[in-house]
T-cell receptor, first 111, second 112 residues
Framework: SQQGEEDPQALSIQEGENATMNCSYK?????LQWYRQNSGRGLVHLIL?????REKHSGRLRVTLDTSKKSSSLLITASRAADTASYFC???????????FGAGTILRVKS | DAGVTQSPTHLIKTRGQHVTLRCSPI?????VSWYQQVLGQGPQFIFQ???????GRGNFPDRFSARQFPNYSSELNVNALLLGDSALYLC???????????FGPGTRLTVT
């Protein structure tokens, strides 16, 4: 079974708009990570946020984490056509060494 | 530096056959993890190996096995293939058991 649930399942926006994806999880975590996947190929690591952090930025990416609600959000600002991909959140449990992925959000950015 | 490499890229097998997938980690990385990604879903953890020892196993049947070699490369073996084993198999390497994982491009397995 998958720990994380992404919302929405699919998102279509115009170039230049912001895209927000949400992730919810079920158990206590050590950290939460966001990955991008293009055309069903390998995963690219985007950003990691630890359980004691609330917000993190990397370029056009902003991630928030609310451990009380067991949820995270990924904001991509000023989206580009090249951002078109599937985005996954993955949690690492407090104890354990595996990543547990959600089902992903498919983002389409129209030019 | 080269990233994680996987071979083959694509593979077509028949039900009941056996398959071996290979992964070479980033130089200096001692941990390799395997994930299965069925179309339309997120990756699911299969195994993690560190220094040639199994450090974690996901909820997969005994038909799935893996090993890690002295050079830290790894093989994933699947016996008695089922149609449901059709998926993208991803390998990830990391410097340590809990370190950031770097993913390879995957092997797409089709079982007919």
């Amino acid at each position: 079974s998958q720990q994380g649930e992404e919302d929405p399942q699919a998102l279509s926006i115009q170039e230049g708009e912001n895209a927000t994806m949400n992730c919810s999880y079920k158990t206590s975590i050590n950290n939460l990570q966001w990955y991008r996947q293009n055309s069903g190929r390998g995963l690219v690591h985007l950003i990691l946020i630890r359980s004691n952090e609330r917000e993190k930025h990397s370029g056009r990416l902003r991630v928030t984490l609310d451990t009380s609600k067991k949820s995270s959000s990924l904001l991509i600002t000023a989206s580009r056509a090249a951002d078109t991909a599937s985005y996954f959140c993955a949690t690492r449990m407090e104890y354990g060494n595996k990543l547990v992925f959600g089902a992903g959000t498919i983002l389409r950015v129209k030019s | 530096d080269a990233g994680v490499t996987q071979s083959p890229t694509h593979l077509i097998k028949t039900r009941g056959q056996h398959v071996t997938l290979r992964c070479s980690p980033i130089s200096g990385h001692k941990s390799v993890s395997w994930y299965q990604q069925v179309l339309g879903q997120g990756p699911q953890f299969i195994f993690q190996y560190y220094e040639k020892e199994e450090r974690g196993r996901g909820n997969f049947p005994d038909r799935f096995s893996a090993r890690q070699f002295p050079n830290y490369s790894s093989e994933l073996n699947v016996n008695a293939l089922l149609l449901g084993d059709s998926a993208l198999y991803l390998c990830a390497s990391s410097a340590g058991t809990f370190a950031k994982q770097y993913f390879g491009p995957g092997t797409r397995l089709t079982v007919t």
